[in-house]
């Protein structure tokens, strides 16, 4: 099963999930601290990993780089979610980063934008409509 992984602390992402679990073919979690994440993308090989650029004094560089050095080209696709500020966005080693400052219905906007972007990840289909005496 295709899998997503959230890394982050940040309450909002419950409703990120929420809202977007049921348009996607795939399974999402979330994880509270890198630990914990670490071990899911271990276990799951997940197709992305979204990481909140710093938790508990760990950045989420640091996690990307070893899961790419281990994994190499099976590593997933990494999607920092960090803030606007240059000096949290300066240097990063993933392939996008989402600005976890954003109002939640942007926050959910733009993780839809970067799923849409990951070629594995299949959208559910809408079931066509019965039209009503046809």
Known sequence: MQTI?????DPRIAAVKEQIQPLVIAKISISPDFETGLAAIFRKMPEAV???????????????????????????????????????????????????ALPVDQLVDAFKTQIRKIPLIRWKELAPRKTVGA
């Open 5 to 9: 992984i959230i890394i982050s602390t």
């Open 50 to 100: 979204f990481l909140q650029q710093k938790i508990n004094g760990i950045r989420a560089e640091r996690v990307t780089r070893h899961v790419r050095s281990l994994l190499q080209s099976n590593s997933p696709v990494f999607i920092h979610l960090g803030s606007d500020a240059a000096n949290d966005l300066e240097g990063i080693d993933s392939d996008s980063v989402i600005d976890l």
